[in-house]
């Protein structure tokens, strides 16, 4: 089941702060944050971990939330460098048939001008 | 010193043809994986192994078959190529299987079918 995103879209400008949500229907044992550049491959941001924890580094953070099964992503201070699609991927559980397996959401598109 | 290749990066072929996409990876990952990513930006799960053994095999056309010589390298074979098999193929790795820690991915292969 893929997690659901939003919002879909995003336009800031430089400065300014954003969020981003994961929402998954199915309890979760981790979640990803991904950046996407236009032609580039994703890069991995962070791990949330089951636990329900808080992570960040620089201006970039995500919480994770297990009992509501949601991660958000806050961007702060935005940069241009920080334009892209941001994705998050979910890993339902650590065994079983889901061994290995994550789920990415359809991707929020965050466009960063000066 | 590319931590994950893949060759080639583009590929134009014709319906009907069979091709082969290659991944290497320098960074000693036990696990590798085939995301499929469509033109909607889609990033959807094909094949992982783990230590050359087959460990997810998403609903995906018998077209396609993954090969594991080694840990290192993951190849993806596809018979009789459809246009439908049009998108960007990306190859990632990852130290431990899915959801321990973050995925590493190649830089693409845009495969073509016309």
């Known amino acids: 089941q893929q997690p659901v995103q939003s919002p879909q879209a995003v336009i800031l400008r430089e400065g300014e702060d954003a969020v981003i949500n994961c929402s998954s229907s199915?309890?979760?044992?981790?979640v990803h944050w991904y950046r996407q550049k236009h032609g580039e491959a994703p890069v991995f941001l962070m791990i949330l971990l089951k636990g329900g924890e808080q992570k960040g580094h620089d201006k970039i953070s995500a919480s994770f939330n297990e009992k509501k099964q949601q991660s958000s992503l806050y961007l702060t201070a935005s940069q241009l460098s920080y334009s892209g699609t941001y994705f998050c991927?979910?890993?339902?559980?650590?065994?079983?048939?889901?061994?290995?397996?994550?789920?990415f959401g359809q991707g929020t598109i965050l466009t960063v001008h000066p | 010193d590319t931590a994950v290749s893949q060759t080639p990066k583009y590929l134009v072929t014709q319906m009907g043809n069979d091709k082969s996409i290659k991944c290497e990876q320098n960074l000693g990952h036990d696990t590798m994986y085939w995301y499929k990513q469509d033109s909607k930006k889609f990033l959807k799960i094909m094949f992982s192994y783990n230590n050359k053994e087959l460990i997810i095999n998403e609903t995906v056309p018998n077209r396609f078959s993954p090969k594991s010589p080694d840990k290192a390298h993951l190849n993806l074979h596809i018979n009789s190529l459809e246009l439908g098999d049009s998108a960007v193929y990306f190859c990632?790795?990852?130290?431990?299987?899915?959801?321990?820690?973050?995925?590493?991915f190649g830089s693409g292969t845009r495969l073509t079918v016309v």
């Open positions: 199915k309890a979760l044992y981790s």
């Open positions: 990632a790795s990852s130290q431990d299987p899915g959801v321990f820690g973050g995925y590493t």
């Open positions: 991927g979910t890993g339902l559980n650590a065994g079983g048939t889901s061994y290995g397996k994550l789920t």
